[in-house]
């Protein structure tokens, strides 16, 4: 059974950092391209980033390129998505993906950005 499950989000202030992290489990994750995915309040599914297998290759949408970073590490089956330089407009539940869409994505965790 294929398994992600997100952590890491939370409250933060204009300007403030978080990571999130996504434990994966039920594939093969080195071999599984992997993204990022978003959900603001009464807005649809927003990709946010993607990484390649060995971690060598990334990109991002436009409004989060220069702040956010997408990494992984292959020996835990981990995933991770550091956000810096955060902006109200990121507040989203944020996801973690096996597909671009978010088809294939976990529960979610939530990160609100206000002051």
């Known amino acids: 059974e294929v398994q992600l499950v997100e952590s890491g989000g939370g409250l933060v202030q204009p300007g403030g950092s978080l990571r999130l992290s996504c434990v994966t489990s039920?594939?093969?994750?080195?071999?599984?391209?992997m993204h990022w995915v978003r959900q603001a309040p009464g807005k649809g599914l927003e990709w946010v980033s993607t990484i390649s297998t060995g971690g060598g290759l990334s990109t991002y949408a436009d409004d989060v390129k220069g702040r956010f970073t997408i990494s992984r590490d292959n020996a835990k089956n981990m995933l991770y998505l550091q956000l810096n330089s955060l902006k109200t407009e990121d507040t989203a539940m944020y996801y973690c993906s096996k597909d671009r869409t978010g088809t294939a994505r976990g529960q979610g965790t939530q990160v609100t950005v206000s002051s």
């Open positions: 039920g594939f093969t994750f080195s071999n599984t391209v």
